[in-house]
């Protein structure tokens, strides 16, 4: 489809997955001297948003700032007009308004799109590790690791996919346990509090026999 980039984008992409040609989806903006619809920006409505972070997640570059509760920014520079962080606004407070700025040239197009396929690539690794410790809504359910390492291989200054290892979680400790380490920091803190105003031999060996109980509780 490739709205936003229109036919010549998509004979771009057809030429470089080698697949045949299709025709772009009709595109609501007008058709630019170079051939793509109306360079387009995402705005959002900021004293409408609510802070629910979907569109965060939902743009593919990272062009969206906020966090959750509060209010949220479109980096509209990197906006590039996907559309993408309209379907999941609950409240629908995002706009689309035209980019009044001149065509990039050629060279500026090139340098803007490495820039934005690195910002995608990051966004694609981060949303895999959040998939991963299962934090957060996840937008991107499946990932093809081995087509963007490939496609990695055949360019420059792309980075490789990675999968991120699911971090290992630690055994859950009994009650009677955490309630000995809560009791043992307590007392650690209450020693070195103390031996910092005066030295005092006796607390100090009280102080060791702590540390050396707390590690091996937290050994186990």
Known sequence: ?????????????????????????????????????????????????????????????????GSGKLMHSILTDLCTGCELCIPPCPVDCIDLVEDTKPLPTATQRTVEQDDLRHRYYAHIQREEKRRLSRKGPIVRAEIDIEFFAQFSQSQNNVPVITLADKPKESPALDAKTTIELAKLRTQIKKL???????????????????????????DI
């Open 192 to 218: 070195e509090k103390q031996l910092s105003v005066r030295a005092d031999e006796s607390k100090q060996v009280q102080l060791l026999a702590l540390q050396q109980r707390l590690n091996e509780l937290q």
């Open 1 to 65: 489809k490739c709205v936003p980039g229109g036919q010549p984008v998509a004979d771009a992409l057809a030429v470089l997955l080698e697949r045949p040609q299709l025709k772009a989806e009709p595109s609501v903006w007008e058709v630019q001297l170079d051939g793509r619809p109306q360079r387009i920006k995402a705005v959002i409505r900021e004293d409408e948003c609510i802070g629910c972070t979907k569109c965060i997640s939902a743009c593919p570059v990272d062009a969206i700032i």
